[in-house]
């Protein structure tokens, strides 16, 4: 059944695709489905308007600064990013639609599920990512993640994705995929950098501290940061 629903849906989004072209080139038309209709294969991965669980692997889409999500799409298409499914739902589409897609998520406030606080992670591991996510490690040139995703780790406009509210095994192998030089972003790469400095333990540690953090009462992503960013990031704007 998820497969067929997964076949559907890239079907509708490279048929909206046609469809925009179509579009652009005669004014007076317009496509007959909506985009809730042409991300049906996102819901088949990402849940219900993209608002996941904390139990899958998979992230949440649902709120996420509309920045952020273009330049994922865009590294998944242009081969920054690496997943089967997602670099063959995309490899055709335009930017112009990415950013509809990144747009009609980011546009989407959906209620976070509750956050259990069980974890399997020892009080000193969990202790080591309080520490990184906080504080850092100035010894080894790890900055805090609230000195990027904000203070209350939800993410920062307009490009900036927050932490809290993920899977713990989407958290962990993603820093894993900086770290082995699996995942690039767009010049200067500072996640990549940061991610070279941390072993598996530090990743191990901070995935599970966030984990099991309680979403804030509003979860939305901050408008800016109170100082300036502490390295370079080519995904936000100058």
Not at 29 to 55: D, K, L, W, Y
Not at 126 to 145: N, V
Not at 177 to 184: G, K, Q, S, V, Y
């Amino acid at each position: 059944m998820k497969s067929a629903h997964w076949l559907a849906g890239i079907a509708l989004l490279l048929l909206g695709h046609g469809l925009n072209a179509a579009a652009a080139a005669t004014p007076a038309a317009s496509p007959p489905n909506g985009i809730e209709q042409r991300v049906a294969a996102c819901i088949a991965c990402h849940g219900r308007e993209g608002a996941t669980t904390n139990v899958g692997y998979f992230p949440r889409l649902s709120g996420k600064p509309a920045g952020y999500l273009f330049n994922q799409l865009r590294s998944f298409r242009d081969g920054r990013r690496f997943n089967a499914d997602m670099n063959y739902m995309v490899q055709h589409l335009s930017d112009a639609y990415l950013m509809e897609m990144a747009e009609y998520f980011a546009g989407l406030d959906l209620p976070y599920p509750p956050v259990s606080a069980a974890s399997d992670a020892l009080p000193a591991q969990l202790a080591r990512g309080r520490q990184l996510a906080l504080e850092g490690d100035a010894a080894r040139r790890i900055p805090a993640c609230v000195q990027c995703h904000g203070a209350a780790l939800t993410g920062v406009q307009p490009a900036i994705p927050g932490l809290l509210g993920l899977p713990r095994l989407y958290v962990s192998s993603q820093l894993g995929a900086w770290l082995t030089n699996e995942r690039h972003a767009l010049a200067p790469d500072c996640m990549a950098d940061i991610g070279r400095r941390m072993t598996t333990a530090d990743i191990n540690a901070v995935a599970s501290w966030l984990a099991v953090q309680p979403m804030p009462a509003d979860p939305k992503p901050a408008a800016s940061l109170p100082a300036p960013l502490p390295t370079a990031c080519g995904g936000m704007p100058k």
